[in-house]
């Protein structure tokens, strides 16, 4: 068993900052089942961000896994979630345009959003969803017939992430798992810093470290990681 046990595994391993804990059995804040004690993890991680010494004065950020299934969607619900109750104006991006995941969280509709700004259909300010949640706003991953390959080309997304930059407090984009996908390669260079998440036991740790390389080498600022789904009984 090579997988990611542990915050030292990955802070000398892979030499990067351990930014966040979750627990197991985490449900999203917006479910009556959520235990309200796990948002202090949430709040230690957006704590974590602010004081990083990686950024200065970074608001737009992507958060990615090596792989699928690793929980990114949920960390990144979640964190939008307490930094809206904490008072930031926060938009959450769905552009994981494979297997979109915020709009399930929310229960609402994925018929236009990020792909259809993209493409032009629609204007940004149509796409953008209240979300019944005060100072938090859902931009969704949106729906296109012609599929979803080149759709995030560098001059579109550039201009997209300034347009969303200028109107929020935070910026967190739901970018694809880093390995195997091209739109993340493109995305993480456009943003102020990466966050990439780990589920502990899932993955051997050379996906993890294969991730890490991806983004530095794409150029990316790779801020630290959270891990996820920590079993405190065992570690």
Same mark, same amino acid.
């Given at each position: ?10 802070e000398r391993t892979m030499?990067?900052?351990? +930014? ?43 958060? &990615? ?9 949920? &960390? ?9 109750? +904490? ?24 018929? #236009? ?6 493409? !032009? ?10 979300? !019944? ?23 579109r997304m550039k201009e ?9 407090? +935070? ?14 390669? +493109? ?6 810093g990466v966050i990439l998440?780990?589920?502990? #036991? ?7 470290? #294969? ?7 794409? !150029?990316?600022?790779?801020? !630290? ?11």
């Amino acid at each position: 068993d090579t997988s990611v046990k542990t915050i030292e595994d990955i802070e000398r391993t892979m030499q990067v900052q351990v +930014l966040g804990v979750i627990p197991q059995k985490v449900r999203p804040f917006t479910d009556a089942s959520a235990d309200p004690a796990h948002m202090e993890a949430y709040r230690v991680l957006r704590t974590n961000i602010q004081f990083s010494k990686k950024l200065t004065h970074g608001k737009v950020f992507c958060i &990615t896994s090596g792989s699928v299934g690793e929980g990114k969607s949920l &960390t990144m619900f979640n964190l939008a979630y307490v930094c809206a109750q +904490l008072g930031d104006r926060v938009l959450l991006v769905d552009t994981d345009l494979h297997r979109p995941r915020q709009h399930k969280i929310m229960g609402v509709s994925n018929s #236009r959003g990020v792909a259809n700004v993209l493409l !032009g259909e629609v204007s940004l300010e149509e796409a953008i969803m209240a979300t !019944g949640v005060t100072n938090l706003d859902l931009l969704p991953s949106g729906r296109v017939a012609s599929g979803v390959h080149g759709l995030m080309n560098t001059s579109r997304m550039k201009e997209f992430v300034e347009a969303v930059r200028a109107s929020y407090d +935070l910026v967190l984009f739901d970018g694809p798992p880093i390995i195997g996908v091209s739109d993340a390669s +493109l995305l993480v260079r456009e943003v102020d810093g990466v966050i990439l998440v780990i589920q502990q #036991r899932k993955y051997p740790a050379a996906v993890s470290q #294969r991730a890490k390389t991806m983004i530095e080498n794409m !150029g990316a600022n790779l801020i !630290g990681v959270v891990l996820n789904k920590l079993d405190a009984r065992h570690d």
